[in-house]
C-alpha cells in the first residue's frame, strides 16, 4: 500500500517561457514546466524523491538548495509542497523558434524534459501526462526525450487512463488546438496525432545491476522510441537478459561529475557499447565524469606514458589509480580512450520540419 500524500497539486498559469538551452551533450533545450511551490517561505523550485544510489549526488537537488525551495529531494522535503503545472511554460513552447544548430548531425533538435525532476514521479497525475504528451505532439519539428526513474509508474499510469490507445491525448491535443490558433506559433499543418505519439522518446536511467528491472519496465510504455541513460555509471551493467534487440535506440553512457564524484571504469562502458551494437542500439559516450579508475596501461594511453602535465594520477589499491581529465564532468571528446569516441545518433523519430 502506497503512503499517503503529503503534497498537493495545482496548476497554475504563468508567463510564456520556451525552451531553454542545454548544456547536456544529447540535448539541444530542457523544460520542465512541474515545479515546487513551499507555501511557508514563498519559494519556488523543484520537487523530487531520490530513489537509488545514483541520486546520491543530484545536481538539481543543489541547484534546488541554492535557487529553488532549499528543500532536499526526499518524502520529508516533499512534506506541505505544492506540486505545480506551470501552462505557461507550455504555452511558451509554441514561440520558440530552431535558431541554433542542433548537436546532432542530423539536424534534428532534441528537447529533454524535467531534467530538474522526474517525469514518472508520482506526484505526476493521470492529467498532467495527458497535458504533457500533447503539447509534445504541438510541436513536431522536435524530438522530445522523456526521462524516468520510475517507468513502472509511468506504464501504470497509461493503463489506467486507457492511454495506450491515444485517444486522450488526441482531444487533449485538440482542445489546446483550437485555444491556440496555427497564426500564433511557428508551426503550420500540425495534424491529431498518431499513437503512440511520433516524435516522443520514453528513456530510463539505470547505474548499476540492481536497477537492470527498469529497462524492462521501459519497454511497457507506449512509445515510439525508447533510450536508456548510463549516468552516473557506478558499476558494470549487463541488460541484455531483459532486452529485446531493436526495443531500445539509444544507450547514453556517463560517469559522475562534480565535488563528490564516484569513480567511473573504462570497461564498464567498453561493456555497454558492445551490448548496444549486440542489441542495435546506438552508443553516446557523454563523459567519463570526474574521477577515471583505471589500470596502468589505460593511464598511460591517456596521459602519453605519464608526461602529461595536466593528468593528476594518485595510486589507488593494487593496480588501480585514479585520473582526473581537464574538464571537470570528463566530457571532452578529445580525452576519451580512441576507442571511446563515440557519440551515435538514433535514427530520427517521426519529427516534422
Not at 508551426?187 to 536497477?211: A, C, D, F, H, Y
Not at 564524484?261 to 549486440?278: G, I, M, V, Y
Amino acid at each position: 500500500m502506497s503512503s499517503p500524500k503529503t503534497y498537493s497539486l495545482n496548476v497554475i498559469d504563468g508567463p510564456p517561457k520556451g525552451f531553454n538551452r542545454t548544456e547536456i551533450q544529447w540535448a539541444d533545450h530542457s523544460m520542465n514546466p512541474v515545479r515546487a511551490f513551499d507555501p511557508k517561505t514563498g519559494k519556488t523550485g523543484w520537487a523530487c524523491v531520490k530513489v537509488s544510489p545514483g541520486c546520491a549526488n543530484c545536481y538539481a537537488e543543489n541547484l534546488n538548495r541554492v535557487y529553488g525551495t532549499g528543500r532536499p529531494f526526499t518524502a520529508a522535503g516533499m512534506k506541505g509542497i505544492e506540486v505545480r503545472l506551470d501552462m505557461g511554460v507550455l504555452r511558451g513552447m509554441l514561440r520558440s523558434k530552431p535558431v541554433i544548430p542542433a548537436k546532432a548531425p542530423d539536424g534534428v533538435r532534441r528537447v529533454f524534459w524535467e531534467d530538474m525532476s522526474d517525469i514518472g514521479g508520482e506526484w505526476m497525475s493521470e492529467d498532467w501526462l495527458i497535458e504533457i504528451l500533447a503539447w509534445c505532439a504541438m510541436r513536431p519539428d522536435y524530438e522530445h526525450m522523456l526521462l524516468t526513474k520510475r517507468p513502472a509508474h509511468v506504464a501504470k499510469l497509461m493503463r489506467s487512463i486507457g492511454l495506450d490507445d491515444g485517444v486522450a491525448v488526441t482531444k487533449r491535443f485538440m482542445q489546446r488546438w483550437y485555444e491556440h490558433p496555427a497564426k500564433t506559433y511557428p508551426m503550420r499543418g500540425v495534424q491529431p496525432p498518431l499513437w503512440p505519439i511520433p516524435n516522443v522518446r520514453w528513456g530510463t536511467s539505470i547505474e548499476s545491476q540492481k536497477q537492470v528491472y527498469r529497462a524492462q519496465e521501459l519497454q511497457e510504455i507506449p512509445a515510439s522510441g525508447r533510450f536508456i541513460s548510463f549516468e552516473p555509471l557506478l558499476s558494470r551493467v549487463d541488460v541484455r537478459s531483459v532486452m529485446k534487440p531493436g526495443s531500445v535506440q539509444l544507450f547514453i553512457v556517463g560517469g559522475e561529475s562534480g565535488r563528490s564524484a564516484r569513480p567511473f571504469c573504462l570497461h564498464w562502458a567498453r561493456s555497454l557499447r558492445d551490448q548496444a551494437r549486440e542489441l542495435g542500439a546506438a552508443f553516446f559516450m557523454k563523459q567519463m565524469g570526474g574521477v577515471v579508475a583505471m589500470h596502468f596501461d589505460e593511464w598511460n594511453a591517456l596521459t602519453d606514458g605519464g608526461t602529461s602535465g595536466s593528468a593528476k594520477f594518485k595510486l589507488g589499491h593494487g593496480h588501480l589509480g585514479r585520473w582526473k581529465p581537464h574538464d571537470s564532468s570528463g566530457g571532452e571528446l578529445a580525452e576519451f580512450p580512441d576507442d571511446l569516441q563515440i557519440r551515435e545518433w538514433p535514427a530520427p523519430l517521426g519529427v516534422r520540419a
